[in-house]
């Protein structure tokens, strides 16, 4: 079975202070896909990044990298210089290539900036 | 724009009672997805359909079940509500095929069961 766990369950800093999320996964399987989700006030969660296991490429996106190492199994999330907009909880999810669709989520990072 | 609509965003129901949740997306997604989030714990899987008529059980399935007539509609079906039932339910969408689409969610709808 699959497993994601994020261990913070709420971060609080400062706004322009960087931040890391962290995701912890397991599987038995080789190939598969991580995501991360934002989920803002208005509860709607929002697609941000998927990687598959192939590729350990680290990514940036503007503010936003993403850190991806199968030796340790995580695959973390860091903000750059964070706005009070970023304040929403933050969900890891794991999804098998072979089989059925299903998303297995962490338990979510509530992410607090403050101005 | 995907969009995925669900029919209340809060929903208060009487213990015993049959609740329906009706999610409503535009894109022709073949796949359909219910979740349920709690506090703690993340989201979990409920049900989920790769085609109409067609559903399959997810993590969570008990005290639950669903229906599936239209491709473009997926209903989340509580037969006799439980107050352990009180939660945010998501639906989501996402296309078919071999690809790894990221799923498109619905804006939740908050039940409580008294």
């Known amino acids: 079975a699959q497993k994601v766990t994020q261990a913070q369950t709420e971060i609080s800093v400062v706004e322009k202070e960087d931040v890391t999320l962290d995701c912890v996964y397991e599987?038995?399987?080789?190939?598969?896909?991580l995501f991360w989700y934002k989920q803002p006030p208005s509860g709607e969660l929002v697609f941000l990044i998927r990687?598959?296991?192939?590729?350990?490429q680290n990514e940036i996106s503007g503010r936003y990298s993403w850190n991806f190492q199968k030796s340790t199994s995580s695959f973390n999330f860091t903000i750059t210089a964070s706005q009070v907009v970023d304040s929403a909880v933050y969900f890891c999810?794991?999804?098998?290539?072979?089989?059925?669709?299903?998303?297995?989520f962490g338990q979510g990072t509530r992410l607090t900036i403050n101005p | 724009d995907v969009k995925v609509t669900q029919s209340s965003r809060y929903l208060v129901k009487r213990t015993g009672e049959k609740v329906f949740l009706e999610c409503v997306q535009d894109m022709d997604h073949e796949n359909m997805f219910w979740y349920r989030q709690d506090p703690g714990l993340g989201l979990r899987l409920i049900y989920f359909s790769y085609d109409v008529k067609m559903k399959e059980k997810g993590d969570i399935p008990e005290g639950y079940s669903v229906s599936r007539e239209k491709k473009e509609r997926f209903s989340l079906i509580l037969e006799s509500a439980s107050t352990n039932q009180t939660s945010m339910y998501l639906c989501a969408s996402s296309p078919g095929g071999g690809d790894a689409y990221e799923q498109y969610f619905g804006p939740g709808t908050r039940l409580t069961v008294t």
């Open positions: 599987t038995r399987d080789t190939t598969y896909y």
């Open positions: 990687r598959n296991s192939f590729d350990e």
């Open positions: 999810a794991l999804r098998l290539i072979q089989g059925a669709q299903k998303l297995v």
